[in-house]
Structure formats: structure tokens, C-alpha cells
């Protein structure tokens, strides 16, 4: 059975390379990859949080999506993206979801921001970009300063990167997820 793999944005303020290498990456192991935004209208990413970048039709909405049909949930960065998905209901019931029922999430950069307002850091090991860490930390995280890391306190998996820089080891640790959770050892 294939793997899917949810991928949930903002409309705006999306690190395009966190968004779209991901999803390519993850496309191009065989797994169907579904891109939620909050409203049907195009994703406008951007380049170091300042540089308008490239638009994306985005599959669904947040709230059209049935979640329990996705094995792993991968939160981009961009810090206006972030902080939209830190308010946004339908993307705090996504992560709540997603961690109760103990399937990954990843995260990479500033996404892990949302997932403090999901309640869902508390005791996580975790990485991020660098000016988010005191957030977490206030929220009962433990921070460390890794290209990748991957926690399974809780009972559910947590991985996340500290910024484009590390989507490589980010895509590649997404995979060995995937298909560790398939039998297949990487």
C-alpha cells in the first residue's frame, strides 16, 4: 500500500524551497503527497522570508482534507506561514490529530511554531531556526541545534530541521520514516 503524505500551508509566506523540495523529493520515492492550504486559492511562497517567489495551486483546503487517510504530516516553514498556521484551526486540529494518533510529523525551520499551539511540544525534542527556540523552550521543549532530529517522545514521532540548509537530511529522514513503517529498512 502506497504511503501518503499530507503537506500543510498558509496562502502566504511559504519558504518555497520547504514546500516544494519535500514535495518533489517525497513524490519521487513513490509516495502520493497532498498539498493543504487554507483556502483553494494559490500559495504564494517566498525566498528567505523576503523575496516573492513562485505560486502553487494547492490540492485541498485544511478543512476539506480527511486526515486518518495520511501516514505522516509535514509542516514547511516561513515565518508568516507559521504564524497563520499558529491560529488556525483547522491546522491545529490537523497537528493535534496527527500527534493523539501517534503518526509522524515533520517540521522544518519555522514550523515548528505551529505545533505549540497544538499543545504538542511539551517534553519533544526538537530543532528549528534558530530565533524560535526561547518559544519553544517556554512551551516544554527541549531545543538542540541539529541538521536533523527526530523524536518519538509521547509516542509519536516528531522530525524536524533548522532551515533550507538541511532539507536533504530533512527529505532523506521523512523517507527512512515512510518506509521504516512499510518493513523496508533503509
Same mark, same amino acid.
Given at each position: ?11 502566504? @509566506? ?7 523540495? %519535500? ?12 498539498? *493543504?492550504?487554507? $483556502? ?7 525566498? *528567505?522570508?523576503?523575496? %516573492?517567489?513562485?505560486?502553487? &495551486?494547492?490540492? &485541498? ?14 509542516? %514547511? ?13 483547522? *491546522? ?6 496527527? *500527534? ?11 514550523? %515548528? ?19 524560535? $527556540? ?5 512551551? @516544554? ?13 509521547? @509516542? ?26 512499510? @518493513?523496508?529498512?533503509?
Amino acid at each position: 500500500m502506497v504511503k501518503k503524505v499530507l503537506i500543510i500551508t498558509s496562502n502566504e @509566506g511559504i519558504e518555497h524551497d520547504e514546500l516544494v523540495q %519535500p514535495l518533489d523529493f517525497l513524490q519521487s520515492h513513490g509516495f502520493v503527497v497532498i498539498h *493543504a492550504a487554507e $483556502k483553494n486559492e494559490d500559495v504564494h511562497t517566498m525566498e *528567505a522570508d523576503s523575496k %516573492p517567489s513562485a505560486q502553487y &495551486t494547492p490540492d &485541498t483546503t485544511m478543512h476539506e482534507v480527511s486526515v486518518e487517510d495520511y501516514d505522516l504530516l509535514v509542516i %514547511p516553514g516561513g515565518t508568516v506561514n507559521a504564524d497563520k498556521l499558529r491560529i488556525n484551526e483547522d *491546522a491545529q486540529r490537523i497537528i493535534q490529530y496527527f *500527534a493523539d494518533n501517534q503518526k509522524p510529523i515533520a517540521a522544518v525551520c519555522h514550523g %515548528p511554531w505551529a505545533l505549540i499551539d497544538a499543545g504538542r511540544v511539551k517534553d519533544k525534542n526538537l530543532t528549528s531556526y534558530k530565533s524560535i $527556540k526561547l518559544d519553544l523552550e517556554n512551551a @516544554g521543549a527541549k531545543w538542540v541545534d541539529e541538521e536533523v532530529h527526530r523524536c518519538n517522545t509521547n @509516542g509519536w514521532v516528531l522530525i524536524t530541521s533548522r532551515n533550507p540548509d538541511d532539507l536533504p537530511a530533512f527529505n532523506t529522514a521523512i523517507v527512512q520514516e515512510l518506509e521504516a513503517d512499510m @518493513g523496508i529498512i533503509p
